[in-house]
């Protein structure tokens, strides 16, 4: 399934974190922050927008920001643009 983007919103797979740290403590699911960077997978129809962001950009977003949607079993978020914060390089 293909998924498209409207307007000023970007289609992105977050980013999993280490289950441990330096020292080889593991850290339960419970324990973990949510991501907050992640891969772009698709960028909406906003011109500008795709100016700036491209797919396969590393993004760093609001930690709360977006909407989680699982499509054929993988996890995605919907973010606006609002809540992008970054472009990693």
Do not use: F, H, N
Request: charge should be negative; charged fraction near 35%; glycine fraction near 8%.
């Amino acid at each position: 399934m293909k998924v498209k983007p409207m307007d000023d919103r970007v289609l992105v797979e977050p980013m999993e974190q280490e289950s441990k740290t330096a020292s080889g403590i593991i850290i339960p699911d419970s324990a973990k922050e949510k991501p907050v960077i992640g891969t772009v997978v698709a960028v909406g129809t906003d011109e500008d927008l795709q100016d700036k962001i491209k797919v396969g950009d590393k993004i760093l977003y609001a930690k709360y920001g977006g909407e989680e949607i699982s499509i054929e079993g993988i996890d995605y978020k919907i973010i606006q643009r609002a809540d992008i914060l970054a472009v990693m390089e």
